[in-house]
């Protein structure tokens, strides 16, 4: 007897591991008789509203803070991780600026060129995915923006300087540093 309630007791862990919903399926047709068609139509009918503008007219931010303690953790072991490529890429830049001095001649295909070898990640994440983008004229040793990723966050953009120093700026900031009007 206590072995079949053993089993018994299996059988329904493993039923609900493996998420066995019995007349909840997608591919089955609702009961009121409408399936993909009804949900086209009421999407149809109240298209989605675009985000609005913030309120210096700027683009609504990309990125998110998580919501709960499990997407904090999360976010935490990913953002270390970006901070890692990212001064990865002012180590790169600081060789790069080596062989090209003069910041009027650096251009970003020769130090995606540069770099394609020792770390085809960061190439992959600037070049193809424009993950980061990059700075060429800024001068090493200052205060200049290097590089930074191509989304903003809510806060700003997380940027990396050319003095190694990683942190968030504001959109007003990032437009001065970068010249942009």
Known sequence: MRSASAWLVFIIVLATATGCKRGNRDDAPARDGGGE?????????????????????????????????????????????????????????????????NPGTRKVEDFLNSIKRDSYKIHEGIKTERFYTMNMKARLGTDDILAYETQMYSDGYYCIRATGQLGLVSQKEWQAALGIP
């Not at 009804?38 to 919501?67: R, S």
């Not at 953790?73 to 490529?85: F, I, K, M, T, Y």
């Open 37 to 101: 068609g009804n949900k086209k139509d009421k999407l149809a009918q109240n298209p989605p509203k675009p985000p609005p503008p913030n309120a210096d007219g700027g683009a609504q931010p990309v990125k998110k803070g998580p919501q709960s303690f499990l997407g904090t953790l999360h976010a935490r072991g990913e953002r270390v991780a970006l901070d890692n490529e990212m001064k990865q890429i002012a180590i790169f830049f600081n060789a790069f600026c080596i062989d090209h001095p």
